[in-house]
């Protein structure tokens, strides 16, 4: 039994696929294409099928993946990246098909690309004096339904301007592994909520998933 691990990316109306709908999409797509899937056994058989990082709904994507198990010693990835392209939906690509190096538990990071609508030069001040607070306090959920405070501050690793004129676009590396999971949407809501109509909109993509030493999860 071996673990195979497909990266795909989730882009343009796909942001908009839920989670648990994903995982419908994939699995339809795993037996359209007759990838050599292994089924889970009991009364309810179904495909062995994980995703390491699940995304929230309404981002964007160039780094997800997702595993299932086979058999099958032998596998022609080749032919499962071109069969699973030919079913998959519009906006939803494989772009590799590997062998599953690391464990999900591994995964620490993820790197954003967050651009922001209007004029480049605002958004950035904006931004920069927003982020420059000792404090960014806001509600998280927590697994058990409720929520807690937590101060994303002190926990944004890396953040940088990509040096482009035309657009405001902020390379933002924020935590992602089981204790503390954070995504932009906890900034961007904090944002609004302290200058209303005067911060600027953004859009989100995830770029990277990455170990505790900032390397590329595999």
Request: hydrophobic share 40%; proline share 6%; net charge neutral.
């Amino acid at each position: 039994m071996q673990t195979i691990r497909v990266w795909f990316s989730k882009q343009g109306e796909a942001c908009y696929i839920s989670h648990l709908d994903l995982q419908r999409v994939v699995q339809r797509a795993l037996k359209c294409a007759g990838a050599p899937v292994w089924y889970t056994q009991g009364f309810n058989p179904h495909i062995y099928l994980t995703f390491a990082l699940p995304l929230p709904l309404g981002q964007q994507s160039i780094a997800e993946s997702f595993d299932f198990k086979t058999e099958r010693q032998i596998i022609d990835t080749e032919a499962i990246y071109w069969d699973l392209n030919r079913v998959l939906p519009r906006g939803i690509r494989a772009y590799d098909v590997t062998g599953a190096k690391m464990g999900p538990s591994e995964i620490a990071w993820a790197r954003y690309l967050v651009r922001f609508a209007g004029d480049p030069e605002q958004a950035r001040r904006t931004v920069d004096a927003f982020l420059a607070q000792k404090e960014i306090v806001v509600e998280k959920r927590t697994k058990r339904g409720g929520t807690k405070q937590v101060d994303l501050a002190p926990h944004i690793a890396k953040r940088e301007w990509l040096p482009l004129a035309q657009e405001a676009c902020l390379d933002l590396t924020l935590p992602a592994g089981s204790t503390l999971n954070l995504n932009p949407d906890l900034l961007l809501g904090a944002m609004e909520a302290e200058m209303g109509a005067a911060a600027p909109r953004a859009e989100v993509c995830r770029t990277q998933v990455l170990t505790a030493g900032f390397e590329k999860f595999e």
